[in-house]
T-cell receptor, first 114, second 118 residues
Framework: AQSVTQLGSHVSVSEGALVLLRCNYS??????LFWYVQYPNQGLQLLLK??????LVKGINGFEAEFKKSETSFHLTKPSAHMSDAAEYFC????????????FGSGTRLQVQP | GAVVSQHPSWVICKSGTSVKIECRSL??????MFWYRQFPKQSLMLMAT?????????EQGVEKDKFLINHASLTLSTLTVTSAHPEDSSFYIC??????????????FGAGSRLTVL
């Protein structure tokens, strides 16, 4: 079964600092990978997705992620954190067969300090 | 873009009553809808997959008689929590896949419904 592991349940950065949220996947075949953001008491918003077209994926709000097969990683980065980036971030994987549902990681809460 | 409306966003009910949550795709037809459950400070866990016109497929450990899912049309799926108990209190989120892009891998999520059972 496909799965993702998010390292670090909480990450705190200063405003303007680099954001790095880690995600490693476990899949026997090339996966579809996603990053979602969730604000308190809200649903999920898609930040970006990897579908094998390009290893470096650019998303919304200045976020990007790089697919590294050798490291089975799909880390999320943003060069300069903004206060509004404070939220919960989920990495997710989708299989290419069957029901093709999303399987989520445990989430990382990003805090941005002024 | 694709929009999924989920209603109600908040609901409080007494123990033993049933609660229905609706998930509607507003500008597209959804062949498949997924229902997730999220406990406080935890991740989303898939409960069931519903396909229009057929019975839902439930994940292991999810009671199908307690969480009734109906996907009667291409734009509406409902989740009914029957005989709710305090342990059913949670955040329920639906997501949908566009029929026109059934080969696509993007799901649109509703805003979620927070259920509190007293």
């Amino acid at each position: 079964a496909q799965s993702v592991t998010q390292l670090g349940s909480h990450v705190s950065v200063s405003e303007g600092a680099l954001v790095l949220l880690r995600c490693n996947y476990s899949s026997s075949v090339p996966p579809y990978l996603f990053w979602y953001v969730q604000y308190p008491n809200q649903g999920l918003q898609l930040l970006l997705k990897y579908t094998s077209a390009a290893t470096l994926v650019k998303g919304i709000n200045g976020f990007e992620a790089e697919f590294k097969k050798s490291e089975t990683s799909f880390h999320l980065t943003k060069p300069s954190a903004h206060m509004s980036d404070a939220a919960e971030y989920f990495c997710a994987v989708m299989g290419d067969t069957g029901r093709r549902a999303l399987t989520f990681g445990s989430g990382t809460r990003l805090q941005v300090q002024p | 873009g694709a929009v999924v409306s989920q209603h109600p966003s908040w609901v409080i009910c007494k123990s033993g009553t049933s609660v229905k949550i609706e998930c509607r795709s507003l500008d597209f037809q959804a062949t498949t809808m997924f229902w997730y459950r999220q406990f406080p400070k935890q991740s989303l866990m898939l409960m069931a997959t519903s396909n229009e016109g057929s019975k839902a497929t439930y994940e292991q450990g999810v009671e199908k008689d307690k969480f009734l899912i109906n996907h009667a049309s291409l734009t509406l799926s409902t989740l009914t929590v029957t005989s709710a108990h305090p342990e059913d209190s949670s955040f329920y989120i639906c997501s949908a896949r566009d029929r026109k892009s059934s080969g696509a891998n993007v799901l649109t999520f509703g805003a979620g419904s927070r259920l509190t059972v007293l």
